[in-house]
Nanobody, 124 residues
Framework: QEQLVESGGGSVQAGGSLRLSCAYT?????MGWFRRAPGKEREGVAA???????DYADSVKGRFTISMDNNKRVLYLQMNSLKPDDTAMYYC?????????????????????WGQGTQVTVSS
């Protein structure tokens, strides 16, 4: 059974930076970061696979960077130039099949395992 544990959230002012981490159990091909703001749908933020292919939501391109260390079993999300609109609970996610490349990596239904989330709050 996969376990995903996020950390690194917090409160920052607009323009600041945070780095989120997600520890996972099994080496895998694909993982992603999602977020959910109050009153909004869950949104795909960034995804990465073992081929080093990355996908980003338009709203975070150029500001967020996803990376993955399968040796350490840690997924990262470096978030720079944060905006108040980035305020949300952030979740890491993994598909049930560790050896799967995803067709739609920013779509939540591609993933079966989810962490508990880490809160990011950006003040203006």
């Amino acid at each position: 059974q996969e376990q995903l544990v996020e950390s690194g959230g917090g409160s920052v002012q607009a323009g600041g930076s945070l780095r989120l981490s997600c520890a996972y159990t099994y080496s895998r091909y694909s993982m992603g970061w999602f977020r959910r703001a109050p009153g909004k749908e869950r949104e795909g933020v960034a995804a990465i696979d073992r081929r080093r292919r990355t996908d980003y939501a338009d709203s975070v391109k150029g500001r967020f960077t996803i990376s993955m260390d399968n040796n350490k079993r840690v997924l990262y999300l470096q978030m720079n130039s944060l905006k108040p609109d980035d305020t949300a609970m952030y979740y890491c996610a993994a598909p049930a099949d560790e050896l799967r490349y995803l067709d739609w990596p920013l779509v939540p239904t591609e993933y079966e395992y989810w962490g508990q989330g880490t809160q990011v709050t950006v003040s203006s």
